[in-house]
């Protein structure tokens, strides 16, 4: 989306127009069908859509939709944003003072998915739905929200990289799963008594879009070439999660090109590979208002899941890509490929013209509209508030004291503990003299990062120590980039005059954010000089703790934590939104104790002299030492899921004997129906057939009476299975054990799916490989399962066909 719709700006410039619900009791509409609640979504949407002039089609074919005031259908903004909160955005206005004049912040999806805590996420999502719900019910807000963001987070200079869980696409997609029914209301609270969807959440940006601009090459004219193997296996994995097994209702298209097609005029990314393969068409769930069609449609007929394209992406399709003959021409295939939504102006203004030039049908404008609305009668849009659940949702349901708990919770699970030299941490709670130095000490708008709502309070780390009842003394010292040396001094003498020096600083928004990404990920300005001065503060009284908080997506602290290091504990808080400083003083104090990992790799400053930005392949090769931990042959600062403890555990397989060490294709694979001509439905997804169920026990062995969460990882080891080159390793299971008190064990139990197991080939087929595997928990490998599969290879999805000219494997 556009910078300037970002921030504090549209927070206050929003305007409070009330957004009317459609009248089915007295106005035109009543003796519409749409107002007949016994008949299907697509019934319904079918019969509004069927009173639109074509004129009423074209101007309800952009984001801000006019409705038709003739026949009773309000104005609509469909473009909403909840990224970890109900957030400012066009569709959202925040009051400015009192009931509805704030919601809960959450921290950034970067810093929970530290936490490697599915339940978490749920909960976190079922928050956000419930808040959005509320102000919807006062004309607060539409019910369609831009979010998630799910690319997966491949570079680390990437400006978005923070609103992403994760550099994984496997955990992306488990991430998702959890997600998107807590957004649109899957799971129990989605039953025959209340069909009703939520929210419609739009996993986005579909697909290959991980540049903002970088050295010039800018999202909107950006052509990411992949091969078919990391579409399969990474780009387009957590998508397949969205869309065949989480229910997202709706999808964004993207700003980038992918193999010479701009993704919003892509048949074969929206029609082949999303609508035929990944089955988005008619919503999987099984409870749907309404019942069936009375023109007898069938199921797959009713599409009622649709696509947005990103905010002008369609005008950059026409003014950035240059693709199509004419701005007529541009729109009209955008709209052929099966884009269902304009979020901009661009088709208000040229469909008009495509439909002249028969470029297009009005057949093809009307299924987007009908798809559309179909969707918003899943929503309950249409009907009496009375049978409702979600229409009885009020203020009294914003920002509750579980919901506050909760945000702090979220925040503390993925703070991640890298460094704890001699146990400096925790610090312990009777209260002493700290200095809290750097330009984020006392940041709160900062913590939230970017797509966020207004809190009612942020938290800033000096906040909370002294809440905590410590002495503080905070001195910024310097900025987060700039040359200023000038600030040095009074932060020495603070640190001087302390029991502890905190030093809290690192990126921010002004480094990383839509439209910006960076050129370096070494730490930015005066910090690292200004960490050596305090360092030299602590020698000269070696007992005084130098601790160092991170804040913002990595950057290379080698310098900080290598041989004797400069500094005694370095803490990743990442963007921990509205209780962030009360988080990250927490796990300092040791009021909790740290378990996140890091769900990315850290590098080192050089990996960006290594490898282009726009160099989109994942494997090494020239110009490329391999991206992500499965494939980086370089050595990491730290390590993709690294995180220390307070205290010591042991991790092992609860019943190593009993776990089989050969394994057949031919048996793994018997139960699966195969399909040759499509989807196989009814949940019969070769790559979700479970391999095995393995159980971990988790001891907590430490000293020190630390109760502690642990998160078990279960990794794939390299193996010589399969196409090479091999990955050097691939996360296959996690899950979190909360509170292992001292001496006490936990059992925690990963259900491993072939897919998780599986590998794509140069085609873009994922295949369950024969050959012999190594799976080993945690980073350091404390456990280790071998294991062989015997028989032929297996394949378990295919990747469509590519079309004739596009989005062929280039190498
Ligand atoms: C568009 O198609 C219609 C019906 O086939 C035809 O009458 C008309 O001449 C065509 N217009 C153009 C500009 O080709
Ligand atoms: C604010 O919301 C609460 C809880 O729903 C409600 O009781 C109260 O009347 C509201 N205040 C105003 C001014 O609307
Ligand atoms: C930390 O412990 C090591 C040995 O365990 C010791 O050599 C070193 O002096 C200690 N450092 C500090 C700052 O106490
Ligand atoms: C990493 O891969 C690149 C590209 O293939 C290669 O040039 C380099 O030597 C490799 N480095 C290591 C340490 O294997
Ligand atoms: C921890 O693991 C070690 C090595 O596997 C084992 O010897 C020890 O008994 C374990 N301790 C506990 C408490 O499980
Ligand atoms: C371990 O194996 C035993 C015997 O087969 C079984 O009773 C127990 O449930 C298993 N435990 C776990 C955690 O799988
Ligand atoms: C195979 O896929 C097609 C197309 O989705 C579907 O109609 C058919 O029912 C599927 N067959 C089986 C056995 O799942
Ligand atoms: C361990 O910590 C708990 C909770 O803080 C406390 O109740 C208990 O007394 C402590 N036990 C020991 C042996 O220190
Ligand atoms: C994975 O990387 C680590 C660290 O660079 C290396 O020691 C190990 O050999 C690699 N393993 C495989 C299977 O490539
Ligand atoms: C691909 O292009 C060739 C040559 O233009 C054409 O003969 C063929 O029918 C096309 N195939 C498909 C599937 O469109």
Request: glycine letters at 10%.
């Amino acid at each position: 989306m556009p910078l300037i719709l970002i921030g504090a700006i549209i927070l206050l410039a929003a305007s409070a127009s009330a957004r009317d619900f459609p009248n089915c009791k007295s106005g035109p509409l009543s003796t519409n069908k749409v107002c007949d609640a016994t008949l299907s979504p697509w019934a319904r949407a079918s019969a509004l859509v069927a009173e639109f002039t074509v004129q009423e089609k074209i101007a309800n074919s952009g984001d801000k939709s006019p409705g038709v005031q003739r026949l009773g259908l309000p104005a609509y903004e469909w473009w909403q944003e909840a990224l970890h909160g109900v957030a400012g955005s066009p569709g959202v206005s925040f009051a400015a003072s009192g009931n509805f004049s704030y919601a809960t912040s959450f921290p950034q999806p970067i810093t929970m998915g530290a936490a490697f805590d599915l339940p978490l996420i749920r909960s976190v999502a079922d928050v956000i739905s419930t808040e959005a719900r509320a102000f919807s019910n006062v004309g607060r807000t539409g019910l369609n929200f831009w979010t998630p963001n799910i690319n997966p987070y491949r570079d680390p200079r990437w400006g978005r990289g923070q609103e992403v869980p994760s550099e994984d696409a496997y955990f992306a997609s488990q991430y998702i799963n959890v997600l998107i029914p807590g957004l649109q209301g899957g799971g129990p609270s989605h039953s025959a008594d209340n069909p009703y969807y939520k929210l419609v959440a739009t996993c986005k940006h579909y697909a290959g879009y991980d540049i903002e601009n970088w050295q010039g090459n800018q999202r909107y004219g950006f052509n990411a070439v992949i091969t078919r193997q990391d579409l399969q296996d990474y780009y387009l994995a957590p998508f397949r999660a969205c869309a065949r097994d989480a229910d997202a209702q709706s999808f964004m298209c993207a700003y980038n090109a992918v193999n010479g097609v701009p993704t919003c005029a892509d048949p074969w990314l929206l029609q082949d590979v999303l609508r035929d393969q990944y089955g988005f068409s008619t919503s999987t769930s099984t409870a749907t208002p309404g019942g069936k069609d009375d023109e007898g449609a069938t199921a797959a007929d009713e599409g009622d899941r649709w696509v947005t394209s990103d905010c002008d992406a369609i005008k950059n399709v026409w003014n950035d890509h240059h693709y199509g003959a004419s701005a007529a021409d541009a729109a009209a295939r955008s709209l052929n490929a099966g884009t269902d939504l304009d979020c901009g102006d661009f088709w208000p203004q040229n469909l008009a013209a495509a439909l002249r030039a028969n470029l297009t049908t009005e057949a093809a404008l009307h299924k987007s509209l009908v798809r559309r609305y179909a969707s918003m009668a899943r929503l309950g849009w249409f009907d009496a508030a009375a049978g409702q659940p979600y229409r009885r949702l009020s203020w009294a349901d914003v920002a509750t004291p579980d919901a506050k708990a909760l945000a702090l919770r979220a925040a503390v699970e993925g703070i991640v503990l890298l460094q704890n030299k001699n146990t400096t941490l925790p610090l312990g709670p009777s209260p002493k003299k700290v200095a809290v130095i750097g330009p984020l000490g006392s940041a709160t708008t900062q913590l939230q990062g970017n797509y966020f709502g207004r809190a009612q309070s942020v938290t800033s780390v000096v906040a909370a120590f002294k809440s905590a009842g410590w002495d503080v003394t905070a001195v910024q010292g310097t900025s987060i980039a700039g040359s200023s040396t000038s600030g040095f001094a009074a932060a020495v003498s603070a640190a001087q005059a302390a029991d502890v020096i905190v030093y809290v600083g690192g990126i921010d928004n002004s480094q990383e954010s839509e439209t910006r990404d960076r050129n370096a990920i070494a730490w930015p300005g005066q910090q690292l000089a200004l960490i050596d001065r305090l360092a030299e503060v602590k020698s000269e009284e070696a007992k005084k703790p130098l601790v160092v908080v991170q804040l913002g997506t990595m950057v290379d602290s080698s310098s900080l934590v290598s041989g004797d290091g400069k500094v005694d504990a370095l803490v990743w808080a990442g963007y921990p939104g509205q209780s962030g400083g009360q988080a990250v003083v927490d796990i300092l104090l040791g009021t909790n104790a740290p378990a996140g990992r890091l769900p990315v790799t850290q590098y080192p400053a050089s990996f960006v002299d290594q490898v282009k930005m726009t160099n989109m392949n994942l494997r090494p090769g020239a110009g490329n030492p391999g991206q992500t931990y499965k494939w980086y042959n370089g050595t990491t600062v730290f390590p993709f899921a690294h995180g220390l403890h307070y205290t010591t555990f042991n991790a092992t397989f609860s019943n190593a004997t009993s776990l089989p060490s050969t394994f057949s294709t031919a048996d793994l694979t018997r139960a699966i129906r195969f399909n040759a001509t499509g989807p196989p439905g009814s949940g019969n997804y070769p790559d979700l057939a479970p391999f095995a169920t393995v159980s971990v026990t988790v001891a907590n062995t430490g000293s020190t009476n630390v109760t502690s969460d642990y998160v078990v990882l279960l990794f794939a080891k390299g193996g010589e299975y399969g196409p090479a080159p091999h990955p050097n390793k691939s996360l296959v299971g996690f899950a979190r054990a909360h509170s292992v008190a001292p001496g006490a064990t936990a059992e925690v139990t990963l259900p491993l799916t072939l897919g998780a197991l599986a590998r794509g080939d140069a085609e873009g087929s994922l295949v369950l490989w024969p050959g012999k595997y190594t799976l080993v928990l945690d980073v350091d490998g404390r456990d280790t399962w071998d294991f062989e599969i015997t028989g032929d290879e297996v394949v378990l999805e295919k990747l469509a066909a590519a079309r004739n000219g596009t989005n062929r494997a280039v190498d």
